[in-house]
């Protein structure tokens, strides 16, 4: 399994000063020669954290793919289309949540999706749904034309160590066989942190994890050097 890193809550921390420091693209670098395999930015509606100067210079300075979540919306299209990252990860957005509470709606906007996909794969820019582990998000998930879906581990790293944690680990897995059956490629992400990652190497053919709250938290203590390295071993 490859580890992608998101680096939006390094942004947070400098955003909180309203200067350059820390650089999100700086620690980018770091992640990148720490064993990232990829780096998630998401460039939010209200910029509270990635701005679209990180986006340039992530695009110009990073050797591995840059991973570009963001909602779906026009201005986010053009911003994709701008830019060229190797991806795009499509979730909901809302302004007044703290961070992205659940998965995309594919079942419900199955056209509007269809269409916004459309240029972006046609600029050669690889697309990623983020939903919830549920068969009827994967069905429509796979009519859209998405090459990747990114199933949302929040409702298991909530449940990791209750008793609910082994359906909401069934979940991810069935997911994961039933988008493997239609030929789609399957990410995972939103939660997930050093003690609960591991159960995601007992699910087959995960391509990548996106991890970014643990990883930045972690690196308070130990250096995100150190913090990127800890988890690329629990990855592989
Ligand atoms: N994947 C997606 C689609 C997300 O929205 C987020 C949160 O920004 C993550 C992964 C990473 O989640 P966390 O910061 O909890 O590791």
Same mark, same amino acid.
């Given at each position: 399994?490859?580890?992608g890193v998101?680096? #939006?809550?390094v942004?947070?921390?400098? $955003?909180?000063?309203?200067? +350059? *420091?820390?650089d999100?693209v700086?620690?980018?670098? &770091?992640?990148?020669a720490?064993?990232?395999?990829?780096?998630?930015? *998401?460039l939010?509606?209200?910029?509270? *954290?990635?701005?679209?100067?990180?986006?340039? !210079? %992530?695009?110009?300075? =990073?050797?591995?793919n %840059?991973?570009? +979540? @963001?909602?779906?919306?026009?201005?986010?299209?053009?911003?994709?289309?701008?830019?060229?990252?190797h991806?795009?990860?499509?979730?909901?957005?809302?302004?007044?949540e703290v961070?992205?509470?659940g998965?995309?709606?594919?079942?419900?906007r199955? $056209?509007?999706i269809c269409?916004? =996909?459309?240029?972006?794969?046609?600029?050669?820019?690889?697309v990623?749904?983020?939903? #919830?582990?549920?068969k009827?998000?994967?069905?429509? !998930?796979?009519?859209?034309?998405?090459?990747?879906?990114?199933?949302?581990?929040?409702?298991?790293?909530?449940?990791?160590?209750?008793?609910?944690?082994?359906?909401?680990?069934?979940?991810?897995? #069935?997911?994961?066989?039933?988008a493997?059956s239609?030929g789609?490629?399957?990410? !995972?992400?939103?939660?997930?942190?050093y +003690?609960? /990652?591991?159960? @995601?190497r007992?699910?087959y053919?995960?391509? +990548?994890l996106?991890?970014? *709250?643990?990883?930045?938290?972690?690196? /308070?203590? &130990?250096? =995100? #050097?150190?913090?990127?390295q800890? @988890?690329?071993?629990? /990855?592989?």
């Amino acid at each position: 399994m490859l580890l992608g890193v998101n680096i #939006d809550h390094v942004a947070t921390l400098r $955003n909180a000063r309203g200067g +350059e *420091h820390p650089d999100p693209v700086q620690a980018a670098l &770091v992640c990148e020669a720490n064993g990232a395999t990829s780096i998630t930015a *998401h460039l939010r509606e209200d910029r509270r *954290h990635i701005k679209d100067k990180d986006l340039i !210079a %992530l695009k110009k300075v =990073i050797k591995t793919n %840059l991973n570009l +979540e @963001m909602a779906v919306t026009s201005e986010m299209q053009q911003i994709a289309l701008k830019i060229k990252p190797h991806s795009v990860c499509l979730v909901p957005e809302k302004r007044q949540e703290v961070t992205t509470e659940g998965g995309l709606d594919v079942v419900g906007r199955l $056209n509007k999706i269809c269409d916004f =996909i459309t240029p972006l794969k046609e600029a050669g820019i690889l697309v990623s749904l983020f939903i #919830d582990p549920t068969k009827d998000q994967v069905d429509a !998930a796979a009519k859209s034309g998405a090459q990747f879906i990114e199933l949302h581990t929040g409702q298991y790293s909530l449940a990791f160590g209750t008793p609910d944690e082994a359906e909401e680990f069934e979940k991810l897995k #069935d997911a994961t066989e039933l988008a493997h059956s239609y030929g789609l490629k399957v990410n !995972a992400g939103h939660g997930l942190n050093y +003690e609960n /990652v591991y159960r @995601m190497r007992q699910i087959y053919g995960i391509h +990548e994890l996106n991890i970014g *709250h643990s990883i930045i938290s972690r690196a /308070v203590f &130990v250096g =995100i #050097d150190k913090a990127v390295q800890e @988890m690329a071993a629990l /990855v592989k």
